[in-house]
């Protein structure tokens, strides 16, 4: 499978429907452990070898921005460790978390150009 999701339990009915396959997580000890299981291959806690079931050769794991809070400084690692799956965040089922910047937020801000 290309795709993976990580987040609200809503969003991953929705992205079922579309055959992307997920975990859906409700805290930061799940949404660490998932994570864990995809992009290492192991949990800490259980100590598992398998990765999440329907994440075999994930490429792309779409997160939520909370799930991306709640993982913190192991996402920033991994992002910067130039591996697979390639993570995209996406917002959850609120919608937008406050303070967050958009792709085009940052664009502005690093050329200094609003149109």
């Not at 800490?44 to 939520?64: D, M, N």
């Not at 959850?92 to 967050?100: F, P, T």
Request: aromatic share 8%; with cysteine.
């Amino acid at each position: 499978m290309d795709y993976f999701f990580i987040g609200d339990p809503e969003l991953l009915t929705a992205f079922r429907f579309v055959g992307i396959g997920g975990v859906p997580v409700g805290d930061a000890d799940e949404a660490r452990a998932a994570f864990l299981r995809i992009t290492r291959g192991w949990n800490e806690t259980a100590g598992a070898v398998l990765p999440e079931t329907g994440a075999e050769g994930c490429r792309v794991l779409i997160i939520t921005e909370e799930v991306a809070d709640w993982l913190g400084d192991l996402l920033i690692d991994w992002q910067l460790a130039d591996q697979y799956p390639l993570i995209v965040e996406i917002p959850g089922i609120m919608g937008r978390l406050e303070g967050r910047k958009t792709l085009v937020d940052s664009i502005r801000e690093a050329i200094g150009i609003h149109v």
